[in-house]
């Protein structure tokens, strides 16, 4: 984990989101305290558990991408999952448990990231042998005699040549025959009605049991260099290193963004009866947050100290809708604001990788070079803003749709008759979308 400053982290988040200061405030000192965590006594690091948060907000402000590039920041495992695909044990949906083994899963992804760089340099040097006894074979007996000798150096000067003709490139084309495993289609044993760990356990038994098929291919240099590549890989990786490296990188580093957690509050007002699966939802993600033990297929987790960032729009429901118990698991709450004019206009201008710099640099690719005008941005946020007034206020997402239908002639133009500059002014953004704004059914032609 890097070792940012709280000021260091809002700055990074500056350069991809535009405003929500209290927010990305939050997170930078949740993730100090982190670090800070690190440092303490074994003693006190015991007692001590990350401060969730609950980002308060409507759609399309950056709670997602607030959390998403904090994760990128830090290096750490990090999941986004959806509060409602998730269901009480028992009735039909995912187990709650689920979330802590996908946690895993992206922990196992970067674990092995880092080890992969560490044993490709060796990999490299076991690959060019192998090429070079595919390209040279050496004879099944061994050399005993005299004339042997002499046939066995001339077999290693051969051999050398192959070895620098193969540095420089010069037998990429060339073919050879390798042995490649055939992989097994994953075989499903059961439903997903919270069976999720021994469905894999059964799927791996399986593979253990049925024979793995390997046929010859004839196939160049080049592509034989990859798969060797990857057989190489996998080869010099130790799975149990792996996994145990996993499991603690993530018990103690782990991120879980739990989207729509609103939906899961209790009954809205003047129900009388209570959703079961919601509450029961609640009930079961509790032990989760407070910290227990999850059996995964790598090893038991603790969920101890994994920090929980949960966000939801709450326009029907409080967080105080909450179990008691469950409020408590997330003392730090931070409210997102609506999007301005001025935001939008700053957000296809400010960030590192804005709307604007990704459409222009989709099209560079056919030759057509998109410049934007002040005026022609500064019409673009009037009209995103107006729009999300008079409909569904869908946030920053309102940009995408609008740029989209703004560029929409450009681009399916762009390869065969557009060539040189389109500049976006006030005029082309108001050509191209007056019609779709003025008219009364915005529905049907924006959402």
Known sequence: ???????????????????????????AVALRNRWRWKQLSEEIRREVTPKNIIMIGPTGVGKTEITRRLAQL?????????????TEVGYYGRDVESMVRDLVEAAIQLVKAAKREEVEPKAKVRV??????????????????????????????????FREMLRAGQCEDREVELRVEQRQAPVQIFSNMGMEQMDMDFQNMFERLMPKNAQKRKMSIADARKILLEQE???????????????????NTGIIFIDELDKICGPEEGSK????????????????????????????????????????????????????????????????????????????????SSLTRQYAALLETDGVKVEFKEDGLSALADIAWDVNQSSQNIGARRLHTLLERLLEEVSFEAPDNVSGTVTIDREYVHNRLDKVTQTEDLSKFIL
Request: a negative charge; proline letters at 5%.
């Open 74 to 86: 830090t290096g750490a495992p990090f999941i986004k999952i959806e509060a409602t695909k998730y």
């Open 233 to 251: 890989i996998e080869a010099l990786m130790d799975a149990d290193v792996i996994h145990e490296e996993a499991i603690r990188l993530a018990e």
């Open 273 to 352: 009866q209570a959703d079961v699966s919601r509450q029961g939802v609640q009930r079961d993600l509790l032990p989760i947050v407070e910290g227990t033990t999850v059996q995964t297929r790598y090893g038991n987790m603790k969920t101890d100290h994994i920090l929980f960032i949960a966000a939801g729009a709450f326009h029907r429901s409080r967080p105080s809708d909450l179990m008691p118990e469950l409020q408590g698991r997330f003392p730090i709450r931070v409210e997102l604001q609506d999007l301005t004019r001025d935001d939008y206009l700053r957000i296809l201008t400010e960030p590192s």
């Open 1 to 27: 984990m890097q070792e940012l400053t709280p000021r260091q982290v809002v700055e990074k988040l500056d350069q991809h989101i535009v405003g929500q200061d209290d927010a990305k405030r939050a997170v």
């Open 128 to 161: 060019e042998e192998r090429l070079l006894e595919l390209l040279l074979p050496a004879p099944q007996d061994a050399w005993d005699s005299q004339e042997d000798a002499d046939a066995q150096a001339r077999h290693e000067r051969t051999k050398e040549k």
